[in-house]
């Protein structure tokens, strides 16, 4: 176990060093901030003085490494538009992502288990459809048609709740159920077809056949075998929210996420910023990634990890 | 399935070709009275076709040009005038004719990137499970550590960095792409590469080419056409999100995902500039996600078996992972 956990994480630095480079090479040989930044009546001195002082017109290879050893110190260099370390403008921000993706897929998990469970034990019925009709449309939403829906709905024409901005529960409750939805969609389909399938297997039908109470059969037996892929997908889900899906979720509620942060980053061409954002969310999810192999390991010992 | 393939193949030419036209009728009639049976499937089916028709026919159909402003009519409501039937956006332009020509992006950018991603992905996971060795080590280390990337914030800080365009988008779909079409050759073929009729081939001298081509790949058929249906579905998806991020399709061009952002600055004066593109992503979303499970089914005779065994036990999609 020790062992394993040591491969993962030596592992995970080299996808980090991967990550590293990938933005690298993408800010500095495609795009030249000097270019982007600096307005059309610069002068070449002044462009020039500009790159320099960024280091731009050293050789690739030579800024490469300074940049590396930038990240390994955590110096990512400071934001070209609000002139203090990018790391500290992210790190602010990255509780308010971190509070919006655990309240929004807690609710998703929350829910979609009993759902999914629900819906497979009696396939076909009322129950059963209902829950895949929902399940169905809640997976094929655009989220942000869903979240403008919702802020149409509830703060345009009932205006019960916050259409944007941060600060209570009422202001979480509308972006947390936009990120869950599609999430919920997906789990509940998963959890619902995998449990079909243990269900018919079987060993359910030998607990069954000896007279175990349903509740244990279902709960105990059957749930414990469909958990891995459902905490794989759940996992999936947790990956691809703090890596995509907060982006679009926190610009339309205007949540001052880390999400928030890149749109805006973007929009002010702020290379060094939106660099800092990615390596930082890279991090976070590599090492996300080796936790949850680490779980995987630990409560299914069928589980071959490389 | 190869091993018919193999069967027939002792027959002359022309009887070959006969047999496989006949095998194809056969199998799309089939698929067909399956398909009657399956409303959802038939549902999904009946978007997909509509999609395609109305984007190849954009210009015969559209009543008006979408780029076309006309500032007395703006901000219509929907069914108000015979002119606009759909109403207008805030600049006047008959939102009927913008979904039209929208559904072209979707399906343009659709179609390029499942067939970019898929076919490098496919290749790519056939020569690594096939070969194994160093080759499959690679590439599933790649597949691995592309997996474990913040992908999508990649896909914007590159996007950001060379421009948004349509070609820009089409790039960075199919780079996040592709991994999972190589994930799931790769386990196939893997699989496949100790079956006995395989090893037969190869016995009998068949070169690695023939092998791939005619032995390995049919029975990937299945799970890599209905991946490709549902990595469209996201593809429509992916871009409605870019769009409205100011990263995808940029203005003289019309697209959902622009028509979202665009309905999104005039949300509370004009609540159907911003639903109608986003019911239309959601149709043809769902119509795929549908299409797809019932694609997966007939094609995959494990999952028919099952079907037909637990009778009721699998109604309807059995789930979109």
């Known amino acids: 176990m020790g062992r394993f956990a040591l491969r993962r994480t030596a592992y995970g630095i080299v996808v980090m060093f991967f990550v590293t480079a990938v933005v690298f090479v993408t800010t500095r040989l495609i795009g030249n901030p000097a270019n982007t930044l600096l307005p059309l009546t610069a002068t070449q001195q002044q462009r020039q003085a500009f790159s320099h002082q960024l280091g731009l017109d050293r050789p690739i290879p030579t800024q490469f490494v300074k940049y590396l050893e930038g990240v390994a110190h955590l110096d990512f260099g400071n934001s070209l538009l609000q002139s203090r370390p990018a790391l500290n403008i992210v790190l602010e921000r990255l509780p308010n992502t971190l509070e919006l993706v655990a309240f929004g897929l807690s609710i998703a998990i929350l829910l979609a288990i009993p759902l999914g469970v629900l819906a497979a034990l009696r396939p076909g019925s009322l129950v059963d459809k209902v829950t895949v009709v929902v399940s169905l449309a809640g997976l094929s939403v655009a989220q942000v048609w869903l979240g403008l829906l919702l802020i149409l709905i509830f703060a345009a024409e009932l205006k019960v709740l916050p259409s944007a901005g941060i600060g209570g529960l009422e202001h979480l409750i509308l972006p947390g159920i936009t990120l869950a939805l599609p999430a919920l969609g997906r789990l509940v389909m998963l959890t619902r077809s995998t449990m079909i399938d243990e269900l018919n ?10 007279g175990l109470p349903e509740i244990r059969v279902v709960g105990l037996h059957a749930l414990r075998n469909a958990a891995i892929p459902i905490l794989t997908l759940a996992g999936w889900e947790l990956i691809r929210a703090l890596a995509g899906f907060s982006v679009v979720v926190e610009t339309v509620f205007a949540w001052p996420g880390v999400g928030y942060l890149a749109f805006q980053s973007i929009q002010q061409s702020d290379v060094i910023l939106l660099q800092a954002i990615v390596i930082v969310m890279g991090f976070l999810i590599v090492a996300i990634n080796i936790g949850l192999d680490l779980v995987f390991k630990t409560i299914d010992r069928r589980v071959e990890l490389a | 399935m190869a091993a018919r393939v193999e069967a027939s193949e002792v027959a002359p030419r022309g009887g070959l070709l006969r047999q ?14 399956e398909l009657l049976h399956d409303r959802a499937g038939l549902f999904g089916l009946v978007v997909i076709v509509l999609l395609v028709l109305v984007a190849v026919f954009a210009p015969l159909i559209a009543p008006h040009d979408p780029s076309a402003q006309s500032l007395f009519d703006r901000l219509t409501p929907p069914f108000q005038t015979w002119s606009y039937p759909l109403g207008t956006d805030a600049l006047g332009r008959d939102e009927l004719s913008r979904l039209i020509y929208g559904s072209r992006v979707s399906l343009e950018i659709g179609v390029l990137v499942v067939l970019i991603a898929g076919t490098s992905g496919t290749i790519l996971g056939l020569l690594a499970g096939y070969f194994g060795g160093k080759a499959d080590t690679l590439v599933m280390r790649i597949v691995d550590t592309q997996i474990a990337f913040p992908g999508l914030l990649l896909a914007l800080l590159i996007i950001a960095v060379i421009g948004p365009s349509l070609k820009a988008l089409v790039i960075v779909l199919s780079i996040d792409g592709w991994m999972v079409y ?3 050759t790769r386990g196939v073929t893997a699989s496949l590469r100790k079956a006995p009729y395989i090893e037969a081939a190869e016995i009998v001298g068949c070169r690695s080419r023939r092998v791939i081509f005619r032995h390995v790949l049919p029975n990937l ?10 990595e469209f579905a996201r593809i429509i998806l992916a871009e409605a999100a870019l769009s409205f991020l100011g990263l995808g399709i940029q203005p003289p061009d019309v697209s959902w ?9 005039y949300l509370f004066s004009a609540w159907w500039v911003v639903s109608l593109p986003g019911i239309a992503i959601a149709l043809v979303v769902l119509g795929i996600n549908l299409f797809a499970s019932w694609l997966r089914v007939v094609s995959d005779p494990h999952q028919r078996d099952k079907r037909f065994a637990g009778a009721a036990q699998v109604v309807g999609p059995t789930g979109v992972t």
């Open chain 2, 221 to 230: 058929t299945s799970p890599i056409l209905t991946l490709c249906v549902l």
């Open chain 2, 20 to 33: 496989r036209f006949a095998d194809a009728r056969a199998s799309l009639r089939s698929a067909g009275v």
């Open chain 1, 201 to 210: 297997t079987q060993y359910v039908q030998t607990a069954r056949a000896k």
């Open chain 2, 182 to 184: 190589a994930r799931v």
């Open chain 2, 257 to 265: 995902g622009l028509m979202l952002s665009d309905g999104a600055d």
